[in-house]
């Protein structure tokens, strides 16, 4: 079984290399803070360029055709996942991944810059150029956020090498506490400075505190993995992609489930641009549901942090499909601007919930010496349809309304949810980490 090949490959390492376990072990507490700090400025300054709130309004301040703000969370989750397969091909080859990431990350900020210059022009340049700037940097950008996550989550499975649920949910907490301050200073611009000089000035801060992301990242203490994944073509690389997935079942099913879900991701990134237009909101409302996301982010990544570690990443899976099926049926049946608040909230729990549950299903159904290589299939493999649901999202409240959208998200997040419950096993019950009750 799979299951058994797994925990095998740990008993091996543990085995055999003692000696690399005990040094990183030795290293494990700096790493441990230093992953939270740099967590800490990257969630200060990205919370001011959020895809979910504060980016689709500026789109819709700058046309409102509902496909163009729907193709703001579209570029976000396929520039996210889709390079994700190449990036953990090359990051695989590699003994060290600290390079790697530091590299990517440099860019990063790089195409934050243009993204903050291309808002500049948007009074200097005729219609539809600064729209056009904008969509490229943010491409740019999403794609070197997609690049980077292989690395970086191989970098975080080989120096993290226990209580992760914890880690996973103080970084969390850490850096959506740093998002919230982040978003307060965004609350003050949107409202007290006239468009487009509140998102031009805006911008300037979220780059600027994003650059010490990649400062911090060069104090992290990384061992060679002791014995690398032999290096294969390129072309093999992804031959053997049908293969792995049936040597794996359980990480296929989990695959399945993750795009089920998927699809109810239609909507987030349109609840904070309806509920501003739809009530006549103050546009620094969009930044008090950034800080109402962030802040239920905080808390409840220590609590799905704690569930995952007690009672499996199943469970906070299946919870996740949940809270997306309800907070699209509340923004759907409940007409008052209030509930958006709690709607925002929602997101805040389902985002720290995909945060944990994600890399952790893939830990724990796929061998260590291939995380990256499940990585990126995992997430290439989503990216389309993530990317395709708030398009197709867009497309619903252009020929029908904002209801039929929220509907169909709410269908979407059913059936994730009875496939998880029906169909997927918690890993570690088959690992034997959980004694069935």
Known sequence: ?????????????????????????????????????????????????????????????????????????????????????????????????????????????????????????????????????????????CFSNGFITPPYTDLVNKTIISRRGLFYGLQIAGSSLAGFAG???????????????????????????????????????????????????????????????????????????????GLSFMAPGFYAVYAVNHYNLNPGTVAVFTMVSLLTRSVMGLVWGAVGDRHGYRLVLACLAGMLAVQSFLAMAVPDARVFYIVMMLTGAINAALYVADPNL?????????????????????????ALAPLVGGLLVNYFNYQALFGAAMIFGLIGLIYVLLKVEEPRRLNGLIKPE
């Open 183 to 261: 978003s307060m200073i965004a609350r003050q611009m949107l409202d007290n400075l006239a468009f487009p000089a509140n998102f031009q000035q805006l911008f300037w801060v979220g780059f600027l505190v994003s650059l010490f992301s990649p400062i911090v990242m060069l104090f992290y203490r990384e061992q060679p993995y002791p014995e690398p994944h032999p290096v294969e073509p390129l072309g093999n690389f992804f031959k053997v992609i049908p293969a792995k997935l049936r040597t794996y079942p359980l990480f296929t099913r989990v695959l399945l489930a993750r795009g089920l879900v």
């Open 1 to 141: 079984m799979a299951s058994e090949q797994i925990a095998t490959d740990i008993r091996y390492l543990a085995e055999n290399h003692p000696g690399y376990l005990e040094q990183v072990q030795r290293n494990y507490w700096r790493n441990f803070a230093l992953y939270i700090l740099e967590g800490c400025f990257f969630s200060f300054g990205f919370a001011i360029f959020a895809s979910d709130t504060i980016l689709p309004y500026l789109v819709s301040e700058l046309t409102g055709n509902p496909f163009l703000i729907g193709l703001v969370p579209a570029l976000n989750f396929l520039g996210y996942y889709l390079p994700q397969l190449f990036s953990a091909y090359f990051s695989q080859k590699l003994s060290r991944r600290k390079g790697m990431v530091i590299t990517v990350a440099v860019v990063q900020r790089t195409t934050l810059l243009l993204i903050t210059l291309a808002v500049q022009t948007i009074f200097h340049l005729p219609e539809p150029l600064p729209l056009l700037l904008f969509f490229t940097a943010y491409s740019l950008f």
């Open 362 to 386: 893939v830990f724990e159904t796929t061998p260590p010496a291939e995380t990256s290589r499940f990585i990126g299939i995992s997430n290439t493999v989503l990216g389309p349809l993530m």
